[in-house]
């Protein structure tokens, strides 16, 4: 069984190993009947059951999900660039340059798994490559998190007026998609005296604020200590960092969205289509894993500016907000202001009975 | 009977090393997060990053209130006619008469408490205007109008000293600066007005009408 329950989603692209599988109960019989064939049914992965197609008789290895992606890929461009190297009279400078370039970012790591170099490699080729295709020269960093920092955020209920200056402030910073109208923070507007009851809120109002009888609570990414966002990826295209801030290769994301299923947040938010920001409004101070453009079908969320707060600067949302109800520090300095926000007022988390441990209180005057 | 014992000692065997393998989280050394935040920051150096570059360019004052020590904008620089003397030669109860044309700060209207709490000598001083005053007539400069609010407003000073109110300016970072209380509060009208929202969400609108989120 424990060999059969290797992580169910693997794709086993070689299938060698499954078929002796029916007989680990002994009692003759291959699909239930016994009781004891349960765990089988709940292993085999999505696949098993198929017979061997033409790519799996090609690659019949033990072949992880890159390589073969690897050797799949190399075949086709092989054919490819023979093509338009016999094609084309004029293979100019840069187009070989840009092919270079998109060989190389085909086939990178992960960023989670890279050393300075390679991360410092990919950002490089990224900025290039904006410059190659647009003209336009990015700058784009790969700052690792800091020692003895660990994030934290605090959110002043009663001062926030509703004014949603951190959403415009959050999507220009962001360069989110300006066509699907992406906003990473939600305001939710509810009813005085009724507690927090998100169905009932509304997160889209259109009216002089603030209304009255209500009161107005952001919601965002968490950046959950625990964060079961990051427990169901299966490729490890999303993780936390050491100052806490939960990020995302988009890269390496496959789009699968379980992360998405995972947050009792709502945090995360999906390139159903390929997101757009207007060349002149793209922010071009950006860090890989976070402001840089990206691509359709990946996940994307509030990473608190990391290209902003590891400089030490403040994320839009707190910068924008001209009422202060936004408060943004370093949990692991007892200076700092967000200490003494969690230390002397009274604060509280959402859903806190669920163990994610989120790194954002709200509190009140 | 004693081979039962010894199946069951493995059992407590196999159930502890399960036990301390299945553990993957290495946060969970700690009970919380609270735990993990005091106990991590015990022994706290800081950091290599500072806003030091970032704020160069401000004029900033250093203050020390309530054990907390941190910048605020300086405030004279800011007034648009200061010093007042210039203008104000005289004291201001011999102005009260003049009734020539279109007075200076006429577009100033008191809203902010009422007036059996407040007028213009509340907090400004009537023989030098160069200064605010104090409840009890003592002098304040300007760059230390917060001096004046906390005498009412205490609790939001105390909130401000330790920075659960008012904004911080640039980021996390030390050194600590902070916006005073009338970078963001007019001390004639303090509170916030409404407004309108800086955006609504269309997609949103549409995607709700048409069913396709819930
Ligand atoms: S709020 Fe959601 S997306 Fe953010 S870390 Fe927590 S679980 Fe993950
Ligand atoms: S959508 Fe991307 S980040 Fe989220 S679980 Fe799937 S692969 Fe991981």
Redesign the pocket.
């Known amino acids: 069984m424990s060999e059969n329950n290797t992580k169910w989603f693997s794709l086993n692209l070689s299938n060698s190993k499954p078929k002796q599988q029916a007989s680990t109960c002994g009692c003759g019989n291959t699909s239930g009947g016994c009781g004891g064939h349960q765990n089988e049914i709940r292993s085999s992965a999505i696949g098993d059951e198929r017979h061997k197609d033409g790519f799996e008789q090609v690659f019949d290895v033990q072949m992880d999900r890159r390589t073969a992606f690897k050797k799949l890929t190399a075949s086709l461009l092989i054919g490819a660039g023979a093509v338009t190297t016999s094609c084309s009279v004029v293979a100019d400078e840069k187009s070989k340059e840009k092919a270079q370039i998109d060989w190389e970012e085909q086939f990178k790591g992960n960023y989670k798994l890279m050393s300075d170099e390679e991360k410092k490699a990919t950002v490089d080729r990224l900025v290039r490559s904006y410059e190659l295709r647009t003209n336009k020269t990015i700058s784009m960093t790969s700052e690792n998190a800091q020692e003895n920092v660990l994030f934290g955020y605090a959110f002043n209920i009663s001062k926030c007026q509703g004014y949603m200056d951190c959403v415009s402030a959050c999507v220009e910073e962001n360069n989110q998609d300006r066509n699907s109208e992406m906003q990473y923070i939600r305001i939710h507007e509810m009813k005085d005296g009724q507690g927090l009851k998100f169905d009932e809120a509304d997160d889209n109002y259109y009216h002089e604020v603030p209304a009255e009888g209500h009161f107005y609570l952001g919601t965002q990414?968490?950046?959950?200590d625990n964060?079961?966002?990051?427990d169901v990826c299966p490729v490890q295209a999303t993780w936390r960092e050491e100052d806490g801030l939960?990020v995302i290769d988009y890269d390496w994301c496959v789009g699968c969205r379980y992360?998405m299923a995972?947050?009792?947040?709502d945090?995360?938010r999906f390139n159903w289509s390929k997101p757009e920001v207007p060349e002149d409004e793209v922010n071009k101070n950006q860090h890989y894993l976070g402001n840089r453009m990206r691509k359709k079908g990946v996940m994307e969320?509030c990473t608190f500016c990391v290209q902003r707060s590891r400089k030490g600067q403040n994320p839009a949302c707190v910068d924008a907000c001209p009422t202060g109800a936004r408060i943004f520090g370093n949990l692991l300095d007892p200076n700092s202001t967000i200490r003494w926000v969690l230390e002397n007022k009274k604060v509280f988390r959402l859903k806190e009975d669920l163990g994610?441990e989120?790194k954002f209180w709200y509190f009140m005057d | 009977m004693n081979n039962n014992c010894y199946t069951y000692s493995i059992g407590c065997l196999i159930m502890a090393l399960f036990l301390s393998f299945s553990c993957k989280h290495k946060e969970s050394k700690y009970h919380s997060l609270t735990d993990k935040i005091e106990e991590e920051s015990k022994d706290f150096i800081g950091t290599d990053i500072s806003l030091e570059t970032l704020l160069e360019e401000m004029k900033l004052l250093e203050i020390h209130e309530e054990g907390h020590a941190f910048l605020i904008p300086e405030r004279k620089g800011q007034l648009k006619s200061y010093a007042c003397s210039e203008c104000h030669t005289k004291p201001l109860a011999s102005m009260t008469s003049l009734e020539i044309g279109k007075k200076a700060h006429w577009n100033v209207k008191l809203a902010h408490a009422d007036n059996l709490t407040m007028n213009c000598i509340t907090c400004h001083s009537e023989s030098n205007l160069d200064e605010l005053t104090s409840l009890t007539g003592s002098e304040i400069d300007f760059d230390a109008s917060y001096k004046l609010c906390s005498q009412c407003h205490t609790a939001q000073f105390k909130d401000w000293t330790g920075g659960a109110h008012g904004k911080k300016i640039a980021g996390w970072a030390p050194p600590r600066a902070s916006m005073t209380c009338v970078n963001c509060h007019n001390p004639h009208s303090p509170s916030f007005d409404t407004r309108w929202p800086s955006r609504f969400n269309t997609q949103m609108e549409k995607e709700r009408k048409e069913g396709l989120s819930h």
């Open positions: 990414c968490f950046h959950c964060p079961p966002c990051v939960v992360c995972a947050c009792p947040y945090g995360r969320k994610t989120p």
